[in-house]
């Protein structure tokens, strides 16, 4: 099975950098996606990991450690428009299909 | 529109009736997932397809959840005899597998209510 947990909520002031942890235990793994869902909309994909190490995309960057089952979703020079919720996301191994398990998400509220 | 689309996007249901709720994916995509999502979870697996068959439909709750895909491109959802724990938003995603990862899009959910 798939266990992922994830912070309820998270606070941060705009121009701040705010870190939000996915840590997850699973019976099989072959990456980990970050998906990004505002209030009342679809999730939308942010990144995605499969190796160890730091993914950097503009002002959001990912990293992920296999061996601790650890993952972390950086947000730096914090915008108001990045209040949302974060999604963490497993994927098991190849199969011919994925079927992705969610987190809970973590909802993030930017203050002026 | 290039995205994937879902109607209707708000339903509002009595116990015990049937509903149908329908995705649109984007053209060409032969992966379709549909999800389920309470409010302050994550989105929940109920089915996969790729192409007209569902493999995998091990995240439906229940018999009375089926879900359809006859050619190969729109998919219907549907739910008879709803009950009130049924009321959530349901999503629909879609991939075209021929990145690594497998990048789902999601449509904009169909917000359903039973009374």
């Known amino acids: 099975g798939q266990n992922i947990d994830q912070p309820t909520e998270m606070t941060a002031t705009e121009g701040a950098i705010v870190q939000i942890n996915c840590t997850y235990q699973?019976?099989?793994?072959?990456?980990l996606f970050w998906y990004q869902q505002h209030a009342g909309e679809a999730p939308t994909f942010l990144s995605y990991n499969v190796l160890d190490g730091l993914e950097e995309k503009g002002r959001f960057s990912s990293f992920l450690s296999r061996s601790k089952g650890y993952s972390y979703l950086l947000l730096k020079e914090l915008q108001m428009k990045d209040s949302a919720s974060y999604l963490c996301a497993v994927r098991p191994p190849s199969g011919g299909y994925q079927k992705v398990t969610f987190g809970t998400g973590t909802k993030l509220q930017v203050i002026p | 529109g290039a995205g994937v689309s879902q109607t209707p996007s708000n339903k509002v249901t009595e116990k015990g009736k049937y509903v149908e709720l329908r995705c649109d994916p984007i053209s060409g995509h032969t992966a379709l997932y549909w999800y389920r999502q309470s409010l302050g979870q994550g989105p929940e697996f109920l089915i996969y397809?790729?192409?007209?068959?569902?493999?995998?439909d091990s995240g439906l709750p229940n018999d009375r959840f089926f879900a359809v895909r006859p050619e190969g491109s729109v998919s219907t959802l549907k739910i008879q005899r709803t009950e009130r724990g049924d009321s959530a938003v349901y999503l629909c995603?879609?991939?075209?597998?021929?990145?690594?990862?497998?990048?789902?899009?999601f449509g904009p959910g169909t917000r359903l209510t039973v009374l």
């Open positions: 397809f790729q192409g007209t068959g569902a493999a995998d």
């Open positions: 699973t019976s099989g793994f072959n990456g």
């Open positions: 995603a879609s991939s075209s597998g021929e990145d690594s990862y497998n990048e789902q899009f």
